[in-house]
């Protein structure tokens, strides 16, 4: 069959790509495994840095590196830092140190060995951070035209002699770190910082304030996902990445004080978003409390009418099934399960408790746990579902990309109106997944007998 034809290559690939990682993990010197693993093909540059005199120094600063940055380090570049490295300050925790002062990374710039060539550059100069920011701010010009994603690495901006802010920022961090003075970028929105009396502070002094975010009690919205943060600067919106726990629904943020914007959206599963917008003017030393209001939707707002790719299917009695989608026996909710997994153990269990509503709805339902074994297991308190054997990597990947949800966040539930049209999706689990299946079935199923659909709520990106 054509879906075999296309499962048997990619079964294919992955057993070879997996095969090919674990032949970088080799037996070497004990505590170097992990770091080999991380390394895959880039492990001879990596070893041969390790592999000099001061062992124990080189391995802590190959530590402060990411897995992205061992398949990519080269020795030469390792070699310049470790050469450089200055020496740590009896007021400086050693943890701050190695992760702040030590580190060849600073932002998202390509590594470079700027250590050594920065430090030359510093030969004869003198003062702290701020007149560093001072004189860089005379030497370096704006560019004429950039692209504005690409961070300039250290060495780069001061040979062009012109670089735009972020790399600016950026090659003041290394300067600092040269000179041996922990610095980073801020999380909030990258600006420079560098570590004195016990904490961070900002390279250029500015007011501060506070921004206070409620939320719904028992809600917890991703930042990134459900809300985001903006403060307006001389070259327009910066969007932030504020860092901060939520407690008793509520998110206490110091930024600098300015002119912020919170916007919340609520994706609906055809792509488009229900967006709200609120503006405020946070004044230096105030405290401004900004509640996230989520847009309302009725319940057929989560209704959708994607085609479906077939999904053949064997039963628990070896019966095939040439397509899951397209039985013609009615409406389908199909679920792809990871037996055992937190998430997937909830779906099923909030679905345990509202089996009722979608058998009077008619909705058949059917599971598809990974793996031959855990078929049999599935069922479990759901009374009237069918567990199938799927090609269950290959389909999950399919059709989650055929209806814009996440491959790699099972579980993934699809319902289906039994002629190869999906009326609703979802992948992850959040609680309240289970009652909003329920009502979209409701609201696309209208002329079954069903529960009433409820007052309307939030779309599936609500937490």
């Known amino acids: ?7 048997a290559p990619l079964r294919r690939g ?21 770091l080999r693993r991380k390394a895959r093909g880039n492990w ?42 200055p020496p740590r300050r009896a007021d400086v925790p050693e943890e701050v140190y190695w992760a702040y002062a030590a580190c060849p990374r600073i932002g998202l710039e390509r590594l470079t060995p700027w250590r050594g060539a920065l430090a030359g550059w510093l030969e004869g100069r003198t003062g702290g951070p701020s007149r560093l920011r001072r004189e860089l701010g005379e030497l370096l010009s704006a560019p004429g035209e950039d692209y504005a994603p690409l961070w300039l690495p250290p060495c780069a901006a001061l040979k062009a002699g012109a670089c735009d802010e972020k790399s600016r920022a950026l090659l003041l961090t290394a300067l600092l770190r ?12 990258g600006a420079p910082e560098y570590w004195e009396n016990g904490g961070f502070r900002p390279v250029e002094p500015e007011p501060a304030a506070v921004l206070r975010l409620t939320c719904p009690a028992g809600e917890m919205p991703r930042q990134g996902v459900d809300w985001g943060l903006s403060r307006q600067t001389a070259e327009g919106w910066q969007t932030l990445a504020p860092e901060g726990a939520w407690r008793d629904g509520a998110l206490r ?50 209704l959708t009418a994607q085609a479906l790719p077939a999904v053949p299917a064997r039963t628990a009695d070896g019966a095939a099934i040439p397509d899951l989608f397209r039985m013609g026996r009615g409406p389908v909710l199909a679920l792809w399960l990871e037996a055992g997994d937190e998430p997937s153990e909830h779906l099923l269990g909030e679905l345990a408790e ?16 990974r793996g031959r074994e855990s078929a049999g297991r599935a069922p479990g308190r759901l009374d009237g579902a069918r567990a199938l054997t799927i090609d269950w990597a290959y389909d999950l990947e399919a059709v989650a990309r055929c209806l814009g949800r996440d491959p790699d966040s099972p579980p ?45 709520g939030h779309s599936e990106n609500t937490p």
Do not use: M, N
């Open 1 to 7: 069959q054509p879906h075999a034809r296309r499962a």
């Open 14 to 34: 992955r057993a070879l790509r997996a095969a090919r990682i674990a032949g970088y993990s080799r037996p070497g010197r004990q505590g170097w495994e992990d």
């Open 44 to 85: 001879g540059e990596v070893s041969a840095f390790l592999g000099g005199p001061d062992g124990a120094r080189r391995e802590r600063l190959v530590r402060t590196l990411t897995d992205k940055d061992l398949r990519d380090a080269a020795a030469g570049t390792l070699e310049d830092h470790f050469a450089h490295l």
């Open 178 to 189: 040269a000179q041996g003075i922990p610095a980073r970028l801020r999380p909030l929105d």
């Open 253 to 302: 943020l110091a930024v600098p004080a300015g002119r912020y914007r919170v916007v919340t959206t609520v994706r609906l599963p055809g792509g488009d978003q229900l967006a709200a917008r609120r503006e405020v003017v946070l004044p230096p030393g105030a405290e401004r409390t900004v509640p996230l209001r989520l847009r309302t939707l009725a319940a057929s707002d989560l």
């Open 354 to 369: 509202r089996r009722d509503g979608l058998a009077a709805l008619g909705v058949e339902l059917l599971l598809l746990p």
């Open 412 to 456: 993934l539930a699809v319902l289906c109106d039994g002629a190869g049209t999906a009326l609703y999706s979802d992948s992850g689990y959040r609680v309240g997944s289970a009652e909003l299946l329920l009502r979209a079935a409701g609201a696309a199923l209208p002329g079954r007998k069903g529960p009433p659909a409820g007052p309307p």
